[in-house]
């Protein structure tokens, strides 16, 4: 009896002492298995001087060799000068020297939007709100004219985007137009009023269909596009003037 007493004394103490180191293991504090997998110096040391600290330096940008801000906008400035160019003298050799596939394939909108704001910017300053015509006469007419476009094309497709940007830097004339209406209004001129609407029609014609014939290599098509486009001018002429 004493020795059983004796190992029941000795071996509670030892059982005793084995639970309190379970739970003393279970019930460590929180952060003291996390301290290698967030600081330290540890393979798992993440934010501290780990693998992500020493590759920071590496994600440093090179500034010195970015590409200036238009080009990285797609605007190029001096395909936008070219264009408005070939449209003001579409009877010289400008446009046919200047103008290829190439440059039309560079299908910018900037120039287009410039040149329809400022129309409208213009009626406005006649009394006249017509922003939803431009747009909607421009939206109609350009997808009317794209799609008869691309039936008479004689080798590749042409893209809307191509003719939204021909047909709207061929507007040029039609602002040159409503910047005289601005000043005067041409439908009190008489004959005058009617020849110089007659000559926007006839100018943004001549251009337009210049800059089909050489961007989309319709030569031989010509003067059907241009009367197609000849009604969509008068359109924004008539818009213009009345």
């Known amino acids: 009896q004493g020795q059983g007493q004796g190992q029941g004394q000795g071996q509670g103490p030892t059982h005793g002492g084995g ?28 934010l501290g001087g780990g693998p992500v600290g020493a590759a920071a330096p590496a994600m ?43 440059m039309m394939e560079d299908t910018d909108m900037v120039g287009p939007l410039c040149f329809g704001l400022l129309l409208g910017g213009e009626m406005m300053l006649s009394g006249k709100l017509n922003f939803s015509y431009i747009y909607g006469f421009g939206v109609f007419g350009t997808l009317a004219l794209a799609l008869v476009m691309n039936l008479m094309s004689p080798s590749d497709a042409i893209s809307v985007w191509t003719v939204v940007s021909i047909l709207g830097y061929a507007l040029l004339p039609v602002n040159v137009l409503a910047g005289v209406n601005a000043l005067y209004r ?36 010509r003067y059907l596009i241009a009367y197609p486009v000849a009604l969509l001018y008068s359109a924004f002429v008539i818009i213009t003037i009345f």
Request: hydrophobic content about 35%.
């Open 19 to 46: 639970g309190n180191g379970g739970l003393a293991g279970t019930m460590s504090p929180p952060g003291a298995n996390d301290r290698g997998a967030i600081g330290g110096g540890g393979p798992a040391g993440g």
């Open 186 to 221: 041409i439908k009190y001129m008489g004959a005058l009023g009617m020849v110089l609407a007659a000559l926007t029609v006839v100018w943004c014609t001549a251009a337009s269909t210049r800059l089909f014939e050489r961007g989309c290599g319709m030569r031989d098509q």
């Open 60 to 102: 440093d940008e090179d500034y010195e060799n970015e590409p200036p801000l238009m080009e990285e906008l797609g605007i190029n400035v001096n395909h936008i000068a070219t264009k408005s160019k070939a449209v003001v003298l579409p009877f010289t050799k400008y446009a046919k020297t200047k103008i290829d596939a190439e």
